[in-house]
């Protein structure tokens, strides 16, 4: 399996990891753990795994999003929900949404099952953990018994180790975590710039700065999009992305991701047009090369 073929197969199929996002069982369930609603649940629930670091591991690890931002929240989270009680809050809270956006008669099917043998090949077919912090702190956790939780287990094993390795490739580019951010908006193909800039916790001069850099650098233009060199830097940069995730793939190999595919696009389909996503979350554009 080639590593282009691999990332599409790991982008087809990152909806059904992030759903985790987005679902009000998620922050229900780690509110009543004890952690405080809105931006401390999503900090506190996705890095949970890694145990009780402080913010400047959480920063690392997230990289897009601004540390004065993580700062207000990590550690003070630990100290209302320990690490242990938020991981399980969060996977029952996905075996929830789970079984409220498909039924019982989908979590519990054979294709489920099925999908969640293949999808765990490739998610135990990883190397290592070197240089993958985020996804050293999922590769920890037990695995669940329940075949559509296992499912999403694995799916946040890859796209963890493939965020981790993505953080490499911008890295290798030169670029910020902030002008990673600013690039990919740039893209039309991820956040739509008011969103990533407010989500992400950015402050319009800062914004502003580092758009200022890139343009110095002819990685943006006048306009605030990408120049030649700036596309080809992003194309280098998702090129480099799918190169250091294609191990767990090529373990399950081309036949098993093509069947994973064909058993989980109806169940993908079937969580957007349940609304999980809001409409004007992303970009407009819909990238055909990848």
Same mark, same amino acid.
Request: aromatic residues 12%.
């Given at each position: 399996m080639d590593a282009h073929s691999a990332g599409?197969?790991?982008?087809?199929?990152?909806?059904?990891?992030?759903?985790?996002?987005?679902?009000?069982?998620v922050e229900e369930r780690l509110v009543e753990a004890g952690l405080e609603p809105g931006r401390m649940c999503?900090?506190?629930?996705?890095?949970?795994?890694?145990?009780? #670091?402080?913010?400047? #591991?959480?920063?690392?690890?997230?990289?897009?999003?601004?540390?004065? #931002?993580i700062e207000a929240i990590i550690p003070r989270a630990w100290d209302l929900a320990p690490p242990s009680a938020v991981v399980a809050a969060r996977y029952r809270a996905v075996d929830e949404a789970f079984v409220r956006l498909l039924g019982e008669a989908v979590t519990k099917s054979p294709e489920m099952a099925e999908a969640a043998e293949l999808v765990s090949i490739a998610a135990r077919g990883m190397p290592g953990v070197?240089?993958?912090?985020?996804?050293?702190g999922y590769a920890s956790v037990e695995w669940p018994d329940s075949p559509h939780l296992t499912f999403w287990h694995s799916l946040t094993l890859l796209r963890e180790y493939r965020g981790d390795g993505h953080l490499a490739a911008l890295q290798t580019a030169g670029l910020s975590g902030l002008e990673s951010l600013i690039t990919h908006t740039a893209t039309g193909f991820g956040f739509q710039e008011k969103f990533a800039q407010t989500r992400r916790g950015w402050t319009r001069e800062q914004w502003d700065s580092a758009c200022g850099n890139l343009r110095d650098r002819e990685i943006l233009d006048a306009r605030g999009e990408l120049t030649a060199e700036g596309r080809e830097?992003?194309?280098?940069?998702?090129?480099?992305?799918?190169?250091?995730?294609?191990?767990?793939?090529?373990?399950l190999g081309e036949d098993g991701a093509a069947r994973v595919l064909e058993l989980a696009t109806p169940w993908r389909k079937a969580i957007v047009a349940g609304g999980v996503f809001p409409a004007w979350l992303f970009g407009p554009k819909v990238d055909p090369s990848r």
């Open positions: 599409r197969t790991a982008r087809s199929l990152e909806l059904l990891h992030s759903l985790s996002y987005f679902v009000p069982e999503y900090f506190a629930g996705r890095s949970a795994p890694m145990g009780a #670091v402080g913010p400047g #591991v959480v920063a690392a690890t997230f990289f897009t999003f601004s540390p004065a #931002v070197e240089g993958r912090p985020l996804y050293a830097l992003r194309e280098l940069v998702e090129d480099l992305t799918d190169d250091l995730a294609l191990a767990p793939w090529a373990a």
